[in-house]
């Protein structure tokens, strides 16, 4: 039996680097050798037991935007040939069940996502089904390849949210806030807002999409300086990438009547905030959810770097071997000059991109 080194949560705050079997695969599916793999605000979640569903599923190996090289095929894959590079859908559908067959495949009665209900991508080798797979162009390199996944969540909450030409978009979190604002600049946004707690990151999304940013240790009232920027309008749009009660709350008191909040962070279980239900009717507020990209929102992410419409290999701080997963989970909770940290089990020493 062939086996190979991964990052094992084994429960809530326990992590085990260990040696484990290759995964087998079936007919249907490929074994790929992990390049990268970043790190998401969701794996902290994970790893401190946030998710009451995926505690139940541990001991596990997470990890979830990944890429890497096709190892060995599945006889029933087409279209791809060892050593092609990689990204994968991480969605697994059941493709008959009453959302599926309405073309909902986010709302799938049996819906998993590789690396986050079954074995992913912090290890040497994943596995994954052929039709998941899409190649990814010359023209992107590594460090970008390792942005396809977490663009793909950007660009499905960018459709949902709809922004138009010249309105106003606010956007709560500077992680992948950061990405969900320069999306938005693509659409045409004016002005751009950025909240955050962190003056590094609020620098970045200045650089990268953001018209104004408010340092809410700096400005506490974000919601007031959100209407003194629209002229005491509110924003025509909202979208809250934290995940808290307190910031969506915050967000629906931004929002213009007839404005709309776009939820993209992901809260715990029993985190509830409470509305004016008034307010959907006479000032026509607006709510939509987006959980995760799926199908071809892997090849839209892939067409937007591959023609450089989308910058994002400044956001990444540093790679790190997969033997120190545990100790960047926690930097990047304490290291405020971190913004994307990425893990690859093809290195033994750290590269560091920041200053």
Same mark, same amino acid.
């Given at each position: 039996?062939?086996?190979?080194?991964?990052?094992?949560?084994?429960?809530?705050?326990?992590?085990?680097?260990?040696?484990?079997?290759?995964?087998?695969?079936?007919?249907? +599916?490929? $074994?790929?050798?992990?390049?990268?793999?970043?790190?998401?605000?969701?794996?902290?979640?994970?790893?401190?037991?946030?998710?009451?569903?995926?505690?139940?599923?541990?001991? $596990?190996?997470?990890?979830?935007?990944?890429?890497?090289?096709?190892?060995?095929?599945?006889?029933?894959?087409?279209?791809?040939?060892?050593?092609?590079?990689?990204?994968?859908?991480?969605?697994?559908?059941?493709?008959?069940?009453?959302?599926?067959?309405?073309? +909902?495949?986010?709302?799938?009665?049996?819906?998993?996502?590789?690396?986050?209900?079954?074995?992913?991508?912090?290890?040497?080798?994943?596995?994954?089904?052929?039709?998941?797979?899409?190649?990814?162009?010359?023209?992107?390199?590594?460090?970008?390849?390792?942005?396809?996944?977490?663009?793909?969540?950007?660009?499905?909450?960018?459709?949902?949210?709809?922004?138009?030409?010249?309105?106003? *978009?606010?956007?709560?979190?500077?992680?992948?806030?950061?990405?969900?604002?320069? $999306?938005?600049?693509?659409?045409?946004?004016?002005?751009?807002?950025?909240?955050?707690?962190? +003056?590094?990151?609020?620098?970045?999304?200045?650089? *990268?999409?953001?018209?104004?940013?408010?340092?809410?240790?700096?400005?506490?009232?974000?919601?007031?300086?959100?209407?003194?920027?629209?002229?005491?309008?509110?924003?025509?749009?909202?979208?809250?990438?934290?995940?808290?009660?307190?910031?969506?709350?915050?967000?629906?008191?931004?929002?213009?009547?007839?404005?709309?909040?776009?939820?993209?962070?992901?809260?715990?279980?029993?985190?509830?905030?409470?509305?004016?239900?008034?307010?959907?009717?006479?000032?026509?507020?607006?709510?939509?959810?987006?959980?995760?990209?799926?199908?071809?929102?892997?090849?839209?992410?892939?067409? $937007?770097?591959?023609?450089?419409?989308?910058?994002?290999?400044?956001?990444?701080?540093?790679?790190?071997?997969?033997?120190?997963?545990?100790?960047?989970?926690?930097?990047?909770?304490?290291?405020?000059?971190?913004?994307?940290?990425?893990?690859?089990?093809?290195?033994? +020493?750290?590269?560091?991109?920041?200053?």
């Amino acid at each position: 039996m062939r086996m190979m080194k991964a990052q094992v949560l084994e429960e809530p705050y326990k992590l085990s680097y260990r040696e484990v079997p290759v995964p087998q695969i079936n007919d249907d +599916e490929v $074994l790929i050798k992990v390049k990268y793999c970043g790190i998401c605000g969701s794996d902290w979640g994970s790893y401190t037991g946030k998710y009451a569903d995926e505690r139940e599923l541990l001991p $596990l190996t997470t990890g979830h935007e990944f890429w890497g090289v096709v190892e060995e095929l599945g006889k029933n894959a087409k279209n791809l040939k060892i050593g092609d590079r990689v990204a994968v859908d991480i969605c697994i559908t059941c493709g008959t069940c009453y959302h599926c067959r309405r073309g +909902e495949g986010l709302l799938c009665s049996t819906f998993k996502q590789i690396g986050i209900h079954t074995n992913g991508a912090y290890a040497e080798y994943v596995k994954a089904p052929w039709q998941n797979c899409f190649i990814v162009p010359d023209e992107v390199d590594d460090y970008e390849a390792a942005f396809i996944e977490p663009l793909t969540a950007c660009l499905n909450a960018s459709r949902k949210m709809d922004c138009k030409i010249a309105t106003s *978009v606010v956007v709560i979190g500077c992680g992948l806030g950061i990405v969900h604002a320069a $999306l938005a600049k693509l659409r045409g946004a004016a002005p751009i807002i950025v909240i955050g707690d962190n +003056e590094e990151r609020l620098a970045m999304a200045r650089q *990268v999409a953001a018209d104004y940013t408010i340092n809410i240790n700096e400005t506490p009232d974000a919601v007031a300086e959100v209407m003194k920027l629209t002229n005491g309008v509110g924003a025509d749009y909202v979208l809250e990438a934290v995940g808290t009660g307190k910031t969506y709350k915050q967000a629906f008191d931004m929002i213009r009547k007839g404005g709309k909040v776009e939820a993209f962070g992901i809260c715990a279980e029993d985190d509830y905030v409470s509305l004016p239900p008034l307010s959907f009717v006479v000032e026509e507020k607006k709510i939509s959810g987006s959980c995760a990209g799926i199908g071809n929102d892997w090849g839209d992410a892939l067409s $937007l770097l591959r023609y450089k419409r989308i910058l994002l290999k400044p956001l990444i701080s540093m790679i790190v071997p997969l033997s120190e997963l545990e100790m960047a989970l926690k930097e990047l909770r304490e290291n405020p000059k971190l913004v994307k940290v990425i893990v690859s089990p093809e290195i033994t +020493e750290r590269i560091i991109l920041y200053k």
